[in-house]
Structures are given as C-alpha cells and as structure tokens.
C-alpha cells in the first residue's frame, strides 16, 4: 500500500498483517492485510467482538475498507505484558491475572458472530485432522533443514507418533481456545490486559491455551513458576481430572512447540522472516522437558534422540 505522511508502521508479527499507527486520529491502528485477508480482517475483528461480548478486553473496531483491504482499530499504545513481564518481579501475580482471563475465556459460549460483512461466522473445531496439519509442519519445514538424510524414515516414524499422542488425548469436551495465547498477544491499556492476534480462535481441549501460556518459547520461566501458574489454573478449575488434564496438557504443549519449531523454520524459509530462529533453541528445550520421563513420549524421545543431536537442537541459539 501508499504508505501516507500520516501513517507510522509499527513492527509486525507472524502473518501477513502489516500495522500503522495513525498520526492524526486519536488512538487508531490501521491494520492492513492482502493476503489471508479474510482470515486477518474479517474474522480478526469477528473474534474481538466475541470477545468484548464476554467482557473481555480486545480492540474494537472504529472503521473498515474491505475492499482496500483495510480495518481501523482501536490504539492500545506499545506496552505489551511481555515487555512488564522482562522488567518485573513480581512475575507471578502478573500471571495469576491471566489465569482469570483464561478462566472467562474458556466459559465463552458463542459458536457465531455476524462480521462486519453482515454474514455469520462459525467458530472452528479444533478437530484431529487440524491438531495434526499443524504438528506436521516440524516434518515440512525444520527437518529439511537440519537433516539431510533419510528423511523419509524420519517423516514416517514421527507421523506415526504425532497421530498416536492426538489420539491419546483424554478430554472431550471443548472450550474457546484463543490458540496463540502468550503474554506477546496481551497488551497493557488503561490498567486493563487486552488480548490480540484472535483471529485464529477455535473450540479445543481446555488444556490447550494453558500449554501456550505457561509453555511459551519466547519468553523463560522457571519450572517454579510453571508449577505455580499451573496450580492456580486448578485451583480455579477445581471440577477437572487433574490425571487427564496433565495428560492433554503436556501432550499439547509437545505438539504445539513441534508445530512452534516448524512454523519459525517456514518463516524464515518462506517469508525471510529470520527473527523467529533464535527461539528454536528454548522450544527443543520444553519439549525435553515435558517429555522427560513421561511414557506417552517414550517412542517420541527414541525418535528425536536419534536423529536430532544436541548442536542440532541448538543451532540459532545466541
């Protein structure tokens, strides 16, 4: 797009968005999206509106050219949780207050919402089939780059074990899951956490979100803390089976950051978007970690151990 005198961009993420800051509007981000466009408008702001129904913070929409492929947000200014979460303390309390927002989430009711184009969305299931296109994307992507050999046998066995642990998920029943819940998707605005980057919000496991939040590449916390947030999430959710929500818990998590590694190997190769790189090191990481002595990833753990070394696994690393 003409990038006009009264429009700053800011820096972007993952997808094919590209955000602008207007100069002479108050608080307004114009969000800018050809590709997908569906996807990162439409049922971006679809999900919000969801969202703020269940009084839950998100940005509202002030302005819309679908056909420019454009929408106007509200402004939340630049202080991400992320970035209070690298210079507090006080981790932990910041993370409790999230847990009570995941809470809310998760009671989230609504299978439909009327877009802006006055048509009726429907949520996704976060079916199988979904789960296991998206874990795959290690085998697509990584793989490629980092073994150069057998890589048939390597892509046949993981398949085999990617299918196995979906279909050793215990829980049935689905709950809102925003699927990219960090604390890089939550801004700090007006005392309030806002969630962002929705528009990718299905109903899944209810272990899901929490696997993303607690197990999230981009930033580190001790397995102290990983316990507390953990633990206040039952606390909080005092109905569950806590046998078989650590089960799905640590086989999402597995499956996530697989997918996480994948996902930073195709942005890199696809869109040149090398900044994602350096996290692959801290995924290989929690994914030892949850898989540890855990015999739901023995055949995992034969798997990796054989094929992806320790310089491997820490290649990018800083």
């Given at each position: 797009?003409?990038?006009?005198?009264?429009?700053?961009?800011?820096?972007?993420?993952?997808?094919?968005?590209?955000?602008?800051?207007?100069?002479?509007?108050?608080?307004?981000?114009?969000?800018?999206?050809?590709?997908e466009?569906?996807?990162?408008?439409?049922?971006?702001?679809?999900?919000?509106?969801?969202?703020?129904?269940?009084?839950?913070?998100?940005?509202?929409?002030k302005y819309?050219?679908?056909?420019?492929?454009?929408?106007?947000i509200?402004?939340?200014?630049?202080?991400?949780?992320?970035d209070?979460?690298?210079?507090?303390?006080?981790k932990?309390i910041?993370?409790?207050?999230?847990?009570?927002?995941?809470?809310?989430?998760?009671?989230?009711?609504?299978?439909?919402?009327?877009?802006?184009?006055?048509?009726?969305?429907?949520?996704?299931?976060?079916?199988?089939?979904?789960?296991?296109?998206?874990?795959?994307?290690?085998?697509?992507?990584?793989i490629?780059?980092?073994?150069?050999?057998?890589?048939?046998t390597?892509?046949?066995?993981?398949?085999?074990?990617?299918?196995?642990?979906?279909?050793?998920?215990?829980?049935?029943?689905?709950?809102?899951?925003?699927?990219d819940?960090?604390?890089?998707?939550?801004?700090?605005?007006?005392?309030?956490?806002?969630?962002?980057?929705?528009?990718?919000?299905?109903?899944?496991n209810?272990?899901?979100?929490?696997?993303?939040l607690?197990?999230?590449?981009?930033?580190?916390?001790?397995?102290?803390?990983?316990?507390?947030?953990?633990?206040?999430?039952?606390?909080?959710?005092?109905?569950i089976?806590?046998?078989?929500?650590?089960?799905?818990?640590?086989?999402l998590?597995?499956?996530?950051?697989?997918?996480?590694?994948?996902?930073?190997?195709?942005?890199?190769?696809?869109?040149?978007?090398?900044?994602?790189?350096?996290?692959?090191?801290?995924?290989?990481?929690?994914?030892?970690?949850?898989?540890?002595?855990?015999?739901?990833?023995?055949?995992?753990?034969?798997?990796?151990?054989?094929?992806?070394?320790?310089?491997?696994?820490?290649?990018?690393?800083?």
């Amino acid at each position: 797009m003409h990038l006009d005198k009264n429009l700053l961009q800011l820096s972007g993420d993952a997808s094919f968005r590209k955000f602008y800051r207007i100069k002479n509007k108050k608080r307004a981000i114009l969000v800018f999206s050809e590709k997908e466009k569906k996807n990162n408008l439409l049922i971006y702001d679809a999900i919000n509106k969801v969202l703020i129904k269940n009084k839950i913070k998100a940005p509202k929409l002030k302005y819309q050219n679908y056909k420019k492929n454009y929408i106007e947000i509200e402004d939340l200014g630049d202080k991400s949780v992320f970035d209070i979460l690298t210079k507090s303390k006080e981790k932990i309390i910041l993370y409790f207050k999230i847990i009570s927002i995941l809470s809310k989430l998760q009671k989230i009711k609504n299978k439909t919402i009327l877009t802006f184009k006055k048509k009726n969305y429907l949520i996704p299931k976060y079916t199988k089939k979904m789960l296991y296109e998206e874990s795959k994307l290690f085998i697509d992507w990584y793989i490629p780059t980092v073994v150069k050999k057998k890589n048939k046998t390597i892509n046949s066995k993981i398949k085999k074990i990617i299918k196995k642990l979906i279909n050793n998920l215990k829980i049935k029943t689905k709950v809102f899951v925003h699927r990219d819940f960090h604390v890089s998707n939550m801004m700090i605005y007006k005392n309030n956490i806002f969630l962002i980057d929705s528009q990718d919000a299905v109903y899944g496991n209810i272990a899901y979100d929490l696997a993303s939040l607690i197990d999230d590449v981009r930033i580190k916390t001790t397995l102290k803390d990983k316990e507390k947030i953990f633990s206040k999430f039952i606390e909080i959710n005092k109905k569950i089976n806590i046998e078989k929500f650590k089960n799905d818990f640590e086989i999402l998590s597995v499956l996530r950051n697989l997918k996480i590694i994948g996902i930073f190997s195709r942005l890199s190769i696809r869109d040149k978007k090398n900044k994602y790189l350096k996290f692959i090191p801290y995924a290989w990481k929690l994914i030892e970690h949850r898989t540890k002595n855990n015999s739901n990833f023995y055949n995992l753990n034969l798997v990796l151990n054989k094929y992806f070394s320790h310089k491997i696994r820490a290649k990018y690393e800083n």
